[in-house]
């Protein structure tokens, strides 16, 4: 079993910048697919970024694309999310997640039935105003 915890979220003016990280804990080794996601008021889950931890390659949104940065820890157990140019529509609660997956699966079709999942945990609340 996998635990994750995400912190770092806050408040920002348009334009700032946050950090978010989500540390793993328990039986983390065999997950090699990782991912931000995010769920805005009245929206569905959206994934934002995802990063294979086998071969370093990621795939981010094209919402966010050239703005957040996903990256990963040495130790493989801490997922962080660089947020800059932060717009009001980025305003979401933001969730990590990380799965075993086949290697070869596109990250982006990964991301994408991942974010149906029914089951979310708690994640740090990101406010960006105008």
């Known amino acids: 079993q996998v635990q994750m915890v995400a912190s770092g979220g806050g408040s920002v003016q348009a334009g700032g910048s946050l950090r978010l990280s989500c540390v793993a804990s328990g039986s983390f080794a065999s997950k090699n697919y990782w991912a931000w996601f995010r769920q805005a008021p009245g929206k569905e889950h959206e994934g934002v970024a995802a990063i294979n931890s086998v071969t370093g390659s990621t795939h981010s949104a094209d919402a966010v694309a050239g703005r957040f940065t996903i990256s990963q820890n040495n130790a493989k157990n801490t997922l962080y999310l660089q947020m800059n140019s932060l717009k009001p529509e980025d305003s979401a609660v933001y969730y990590c997640?990380?799965?075993?997956?086949?290697?070869?699966?596109?990250?982006?079709?990964?991301?994408?039935?991942?974010?149906?999942?029914?089951?979310w945990g708690q994640g740090p609340q990101v406010t960006v105003s105008s």
């Open positions: 997640a990380a799965d075993e997956v086949v290697e070869g699966v596109l990250l982006e079709h990964w991301m994408e039935g991942r974010s149906v999942e029914s089951s």
